[in-house]
């Protein structure tokens, strides 16, 4: 099953940072000094790399709960949801807002064999709580979703760079298909995990990705400055079986104008065409036409604008905040560095999305484009 594979490819992600903190721990060790200095320097501190738009980034954080939908991983209860809001702002001053809660990063991290305190250290460039700017009134909308036990922190990166090129987003944590911290201080663990219904995993995102469609847009919106947002203009996307759940979405959902899968299997194949836009992007094995047969699929029903591109060098996850962070930690079992799997990540998904919701030429999307790392297989 591709939760098994997905495991697999975590746990290569990992191989390399293990071995970077590995490193660490044994200088910090050698090189005298109290004890607290050494604990200190034997877990470094990473970043997530600056966005390269033209506005200073914001985020806050929203609980969500679709009343009366039953949780499918625990019945009984109704379906609870967090989901992290970037957007450009004019405030540059006050503390940014953390990575991940120390229990989450716990909880990712004994999943990866890393320390926990390395991934809820991670520093990013959003401000907390900070007010939103929209100049012309309104800001389009990306909605992500992270793959199968990622918690949405993973795709921190792209949301703060398109937030700086003036979007708002949304990135959706899934209840019990990745750590969860709720402003109760419950942590909630990954119990889908555990089980072997990956089709319901992608069904269920597709209907989550509409409800916070729902929750943003509706007339009692739960994010007290949606009114930012242009409901005429949404994306939606999301790495690995978040690719998936998008593809669903778009499939049952009229109000997403256009979305992308990173590296993902399509489980629960809608069977009806899609006539918007849509791109897949995948790994440099993975994305080859007839290594996935879901992939093949996908593209003989979408009837829109469309791309399949694979990115030379690249792993599952190298186009999440993985790739740079990998790359930061001191060493990356990819062929492609982190930082340049970081560069393309941003550039494709920023380009197709602006093509799409704002009608700008990105010769990023061109198969005539001269970034070597690109390969567009069909178009």
């Known amino acids: 099953m591709q939760r098994h594979v997905e495991r697999a490819l975590l746990a290569a992600t990992a191989l390399a940072v293990t071995g970077a903190l590995t490193a660490s721990t044994a200088n910090a060790e050698t090189t005298g000094?109290?004890?607290?200095?050494?604990?200190?320097?034997?877990?470094?501190?990473?970043?997530?790399?600056?966005?390269?738009g033209g506005f200073a980034t914001g985020t806050t954080r929203l609980h969500l709960v679709d009343e009366g939908r039953e949780d499918p991983w625990v019945p009984g209860t109704d379906r609870e949801l967090m989901v992290t809001m970037w957007y450009p702002t004019a405030e540059t001053d006050g503390p940014t807002a953390p990575y991940m809660s120390p229990e989450e990063g716990a909880l990712f991290g004994a999943q990866l064999n890393l320390p926990g305190e390395l991934l809820s250290s991670v520093t990013t460039n959003s401000v907390a709580d900070a007010e939103p700017l929209a100049d012309d009134g309104t800001l389009p909308l990306v909605i992500l979703s992270p793959g199968f036990s990622f918690p949405r922190a993973t795709l921190t990166g792209l949301a703060e760079e398109f937030a700086s090129n003036g979007y708002a987003v949304a990135a959706v944590g899934h209840n019990y298909e990745a750590p969860i911290?709720?402003?109760?201080?419950?942590?909630?663990?990954?119990?889908?995990?555990?089980?072997?219904?990956?089709?319901?995993?992608?069904?269920?995102?597709?209907?989550?990705?509409?409800?916070?469609?729902?929750?943003?847009?509706?007339d009692d919106p739960a994010w007290d400055d949606a009114g930012v947002i242009d409901a005429d203009r949404v994306a939606v996307g999301g790495h690995s079986i978040g690719g998936a759940g998008s593809h669903r979405a778009m499939a049952a959902d009229d109000r997403f104008d256009a979305g992308f899968n990173l590296d993902g299997t399509f489980f629960a194949l809608d069977p009806h065409k899609l006539d918007r836009p849509f791109m897949m992007v995948g790994a440099e094995v993975h994305g080859q036409p007839g290594e996935d047969k879901s992939w093949d699929k996908a593209w003989e029903k979408l009837r829109g604008w469309k791309r399949w591109i694979t990115v030379?060098?690249?792993?599952?996850?190298?186009?999440?905040?993985?790739?740079?962070?990998?790359?930061?930690?001191?060493?990356?079992?990819?062929?492609?560095?982190?930082?340049?799997?970081?560069?393309?990540?941003?550039?494709?998904?920023?380009?197709?999305?602006?093509?799409?919701?704002r009608g700008e030429t990105e010769p990023v999307l061109d198969p005539s484009t001269d970034w070597p790392e690109l390969e567009f297989h069909k178009y």
């Open 33 to 52: 000094g109290d004890a607290a200095g050494a604990a200190e320097a034997a877990v470094p501190v990473l970043d997530v790399p600056a966005p390269g």
């Open 181 to 218: 911290t709720f402003p109760d201080g419950r942590t909630t663990e990954c119990l889908a995990c555990d089980m072997d219904n990956v089709d319901e995993v992608a069904r269920t995102r597709g209907t989550d990705l509409s409800f916070v469609l729902d929750e943003l847009t509706g």
């Open 312 to 357: 030379d060098g690249t792993t599952h996850s190298s186009l999440t905040d993985f790739g740079p962070l990998g790359e930061q930690a001191g060493q990356n079992a990819d062929e492609l560095d982190g930082y340049r799997a970081n560069e393309i990540a941003r550039a494709l998904i920023v380009g197709f999305v602006d093509a799409h919701l």
